[in-house]
């Protein structure tokens, strides 16, 4: 607060009245006010994007740092302020949408938006939106085969990994009868079978060393009627249990239980 505002009866009425103002303002509404609307000349802008029939005001060096594509025809301008942006299957709602994600604060992306965005990055190499929204996406979605779809047509490597990965775990039967099946490309496709190839293998190879250590278990059971292990501790030293001694019965019965426990906490049995 300067010296005259301090001491300027108006000036301090005129500050007061301002921030009661602001604090009055909805939060939505005081949030909706920050993201510029380039309809009109604005802090240095020196390049008019016409989309449309629309034009938006925008800098030549915010969109050359997010597009190289973009940057290209913006050098074959020349002085000329105007560029006509070639939308394609952007609306009006695009173009805002996607200038508020580029500029600063910088919209944050959402799901309505993030699947709007995602095309329109791969049409301008917008590449660092591109991932910004892949990681989104990543983060926020659940897997399925018809995200699996999409990104493998919006070339999204780590989101297609993460859709194959969970899609593998899915019965057949049931990702056949999804429509978006028939739109996995063939190399996705074998990815997807292999993965679960892989897994099937290693489910076998621990059911076949389940089975292994389970029959191990068993024979120890049988062996120690036969120990001496199975016997009390008067009997031990004849070397073996006694049927009609319960101390004797206790000890196998013991045994027995030790035994299972070990089967029943044996890391090998544990699933990915």
Same mark, same amino acid.
């Given at each position: 607060?300067?010296?005259?505002?301090?001491?300027?009866?108006?000036?301090?009425?005129?500050?007061?009245?301002?921030?009661?103002?602001?604090?009055?303002?909805?939060?939505?509404?005081?949030? *909706?006010?920050? %993201?510029?609307?380039?309809?009109?000349?604005?802090?240095?802008?020196?390049?008019?994007?016409?989309?449309? !029939?629309?034009?938006?005001?925008?800098?030549?060096?915010?969109?050359?740092?997010?597009?190289?594509?973009?940057?290209?025809?913006?050098?074959?301008?020349?002085?000329?302020? *105007?560029?006509?942006?070639? /939308?394609?299957?952007?609306?009006?709602?695009?173009?805002?949408?996607?200038?508020?994600?580029?500029?600063?604060?910088?919209?944050?992306?959402?799901?309505?938006? /993030?699947?709007?965005?995602?095309?329109?990055?791969?049409?301008?190499?917008?590449?660092?939106?591109?991932?910004?929204? +892949?990681?989104?996406?990543? !983060?926020?979605?659940?897997?399925?085969?018809?995200?699996?779809?999409?990104?493998? +047509?919006?070339?999204?490597?780590?989101?297609?990994?993460?859709?194959?990965?969970? /899609?593998?775990?899915?019965?057949? *039967?049931?990702?056949?009868?999804?429509?978006?099946?028939?739109?996995?490309?063939?190399?996705?496709?074998?990815?997807?079978?292999?993965?679960?190839?892989? !897994?099937?293998?290693?489910?076998?190879?621990?059911?076949?060393?389940?089975?292994?250590?389970?029959?191990?278990?068993?024979?120890?059971? %049988?062996?120690?009627?036969?120990?001496?292990?199975?016997?009390?501790?008067?009997?031990?030293?004849?070397?073996?249990?006694?049927?009609? /001694?319960?101390?004797?019965?206790?000890?196998?019965?013991?045994?027995?239980?030790?035994?299972?426990?070990?089967?029943?906490?044996?890391?090998?049995?544990?699933?990915?």
């Amino acid at each position: 607060v300067t010296q005259d505002a301090r001491y300027h009866p108006r000036k301090r009425y005129t500050r007061a009245f301002l921030m009661t103002s602001l604090a009055d303002t909805p939060e939505n509404e005081y949030k *909706e006010n920050v %993201y510029p609307t380039f309809e009109k000349d604005w802090d240095f802008s020196d390049l008019v994007l016409v989309a449309n !029939k629309k034009r938006y005001h925008v800098h030549k060096a915010v969109i050359s740092m997010w597009s190289p594509a973009l940057k290209c025809k913006i050098l074959e301008l020349g002085e000329n302020k *105007e560029f006509e942006l070639d /939308c394609g299957f952007m609306t009006d709602d695009d173009v805002v949408q996607l200038l508020q994600t580029i500029y600063p604060p910088n919209k944050a992306i959402t799901e309505d938006s /993030c699947d709007r965005l995602v095309p329109i990055a791969n049409l301008f190499q917008m590449f660092e939106l591109l991932r910004r929204c +892949e990681d989104f996406l990543i !983060k926020n979605k659940t897997p399925t085969l018809m995200m699996l779809v999409f990104a493998q +047509e919006q070339n999204l490597s780590k989101l297609l990994s993460k859709c194959i990965e969970y /899609c593998s775990k899915q019965p057949i *039967e049931e990702l056949k009868r999804t429509l978006s099946y028939e739109k996995i490309a063939p190399q996705n496709l074998c990815t997807l079978l292999q993965v679960r190839c892989l !897994k099937m293998e290693k489910k076998l190879k621990r059911s076949e060393m389940r089975s292994w250590e389970l029959t191990c278990t068993l024979r120890a059971i %049988y062996e120690s009627w036969s120990k001496k292990e199975g016997a009390c501790v008067q009997h031990r030293r004849n070397g073996m249990h006694q049927e009609n /001694c319960n101390d004797c019965l206790h000890a196998i019965r013991r045994q027995i239980d030790k035994l299972c426990e070990l089967a029943l906490d044996n890391p090998s049995d544990q699933s990915d």
